[in-house]
T-cell receptor, first 114, second 113 residues
Framework: NAGVTQTPKFRVLKTGQSMTLLCAQDMNHEYMYWYRQDPGMGLRLIHYSVGEGTTAKGEVPDGYNVSRLKKQNFLLGLESAAPSQTSVYFCASTSSGELSYEQYFGPGTRLTVT | AQSVSQHNHHVILSEAASLELGCNYSYGGTVNLFWYVQYPGQHLQLLLK??????LVKGIKGFEAEFIKSKFSFNLRKPSVQWSDTAEYFC???????????FGTGTRLQVTL
């Protein structure tokens, strides 16, 4: 099992450009999450999904959109990137059958917006 | 809204020193608590978790944490740290039937030789 994978690993964007980050998991997990990690702020939830075709806003959703067309994939989109979106983005997944809700994390995507 | 607080932002210890990192959670009913570790350049990995039962939880690499309900605390401990424990440590919680974790802001641990 590859677990949770993210592409790309690094990306540099100019202000106003758009991009999509892909998260894939092969554990048949129902729940998937997108976080951003910034120094001194820990991990903040952007959007999450509790099943194929469903998404919900997290703590910091503005400027991002997501889609969950397939159970194993969770896409995070930036329509018009801003320097404030420079961050490390982590995807995670968990099973609704996992009573303790342990989340499994991907390796992260480091995004710089200039 | 539920919250998790980590008051130690940066801790520096010498090898073999004992470690205790603080974590406090807000009241909100039944809670599951976690400690995650992030080694430099890597993704988060689970150290240990409290779901129910014995409040003293043992995790990987000699770490343990104690769930103290009366103090709303879930502090992480290790009797003797190693240089390889240098990392960032995150406490997190999930309440009731919620489907999302709430993370603390993290504690950066630096272990010197």
């Amino acid at each position: 099992n590859a677990g949770v994978t993210q592409t790309p690993k690094f990306r540099v964007l100019k202000t106003g450009q758009s991009m999509t980050l892909l998260c894939a998991q092969d554990m048949n997990h129902e729940y998937m999450y997108w976080y951003r990690q910034d120094p001194g702020m820990g991990l903040r939830l952007i959007h999450y999904s509790v099943g194929e075709g469903t998404t919900a806003k997290g703590e910091v959703p503005d400027g991002y959109n997501v889609s969950r067309l397939k159970k194993q994939n969770f896409l995070l989109g930036l329509e018009s990137a801003a320097p404030s979106q420079t961050s490390v983005y982590f995807c995670a997944s968990t099973s609704s059958g996992e009573l303790s809700y342990e989340q499994y994390f991907g390796p992260g995507t480091r995004l710089t917006v200039t | 809204a539920q919250s998790v607080s980590q008051h130690n932002h940066h801790v520096i210890l010498s090898e073999a020193a004992s470690l205790e990192l603080g974590c406090n959670y807000s009241y909100g009913g039944t809670v599951n608590l976690f400690w995650y570790v992030q080694y430099p350049g890597q993704h988060l990995q689970l150290l240990l978790k409290y779901f129910s039962g014995d409040p003293l939880v043992k995790g990987i690499k000699g770490f343990e944490a104690e769930f103290i309900k009366s103090k709303f605390s879930f502090n992480l401990r290790k009797p003797s740290v190693q240089w390889s424990d240098t990392a960032e440590y995150f406490c997190a919680g999930i309440w009731g039937t919620a489907s999302k974790l709430t993370f603390g802001t993290g504690t950066r641990l630096q272990v010197t030789l």
